[in-house]
Antibody, heavy 124, light 113 residues
Framework: EVQLVESGGGLVQPGRSLKLSCAAS????????MAWVRQAPTKGLEWVAS????????HYGDSVKGRFTISRDNAKSTLYLQMDSLRSEDTATYYC?????????????????WGQGTLVTVSS | DVLMTQTPVSLPVSLGGQVSISCRSS???????????LHWYLQKPGQSPQLLIY???NRFSGVPDRFSGSGSGTDFTLKISRVEPEDLGVYYC??????????FGAGTKLELK
């Protein structure tokens, strides 16, 4: 059974940093591209970042580009999101997501499995 | 970036009824490989999103056949027949043809009349 368990959320002041983790199990983590998707309170879903299965390719949404860094440790089956220079508008539940298939990074895919999410609140 | 427009924003329904949700994209979602990468999700209250339909009309594992997807190009529809209580929540469409970025629709809330 595919399992994605996020952790690391919490209350943080504007301008500070936070690092989220997503522990994966039930599949061969190193075979899959991975992504982070977030949802601000009472709002819709927003793709944040993606990373290729080997970690060499990454992409970011415009709202987090230059501030967030996605990375992975395939030996630990763990996905990360380093969030720097946090703003109040980054307040959201952050989901780790796995696509349905193993594919080349730039080949279209879609999110088939989601974690339960971790809440990040940016406030003074 | 591709803009995804969902309508309606809110959709009242009676249990046992049938509803349709529309999702329109600002450009064609037909990929160079001939496939169309438009997908549908349901987010039940307090839960993570769950995949319902992928590539326009394919039901994900365990999704009942009350859910069906259709459409082409820029115009897509999710139809739900015989609505049950567990179908209530917010529905999102997602395009992945033109990645990056992935873009979601703003959501349609299915609620009881």
């Amino acid at each position: 059974e595919v399992q994605l368990v996020e952790s690391g959320g919490g209350l943080v002041q504007p301008g500070r940093s936070l690092k989220l983790s997503c522990a994966a199990s039930g599949f061969t983590f190193s075979d899959y591209n991975m992504a982070w998707v977030r949802q601000a309170p009472t709002k819709g879903l927003e793709w944040v970042a993606s990373i290729s299965y080997g970690g060499s390719n990454t992409h970011y949404g415009d709202s987090v580009k230059g501030r967030f860094t996605i990375s992975r440790d395939n030996a630990k089956s763990t996905l990360y999101l380093q969030m720097d220079s946090l703003r109040s508008e980054d307040t959201a539940t952050y989901y780790c997501a796995r696509p349905m298939y193993t594919t080349d990074y730039y080949y279209p895919n879609w999110f088939a499995y989601w974690g339960q999410g971790t809440l990040v609140t940016v406030s003074s | 970036d591709v803009l995804m427009t969902q309508t309606p924003v809110s959709l009242p329904v009676s249990l046992g009824g049938q509803v349709s949700i529309s999702c329109r994209s600002s450009q064609s979602l037909v990929h160079s490989d001939g496939n169309t990468y438009l997908h549908w999700y349901l987010q039940k209250p307090g839960q993570s999103p769950q995949l319902l339909i992928y590539r326009v009309s394919n039901r994900f594992s365990g999704v009942p056949d009350r859910f069906s997807g259709s459409g082409s190009g820029t115009d897509f529809t999710l139809k739900i027949s015989r609505v049950e209580p567990e179908d209530l929540g917010v529905y999102y469409c997602l395009q992945s043809t033109h990645f990056p970025p992935y873009t979601f629709g703003a959501g349609t809330k299915l609620e009881l009349k």
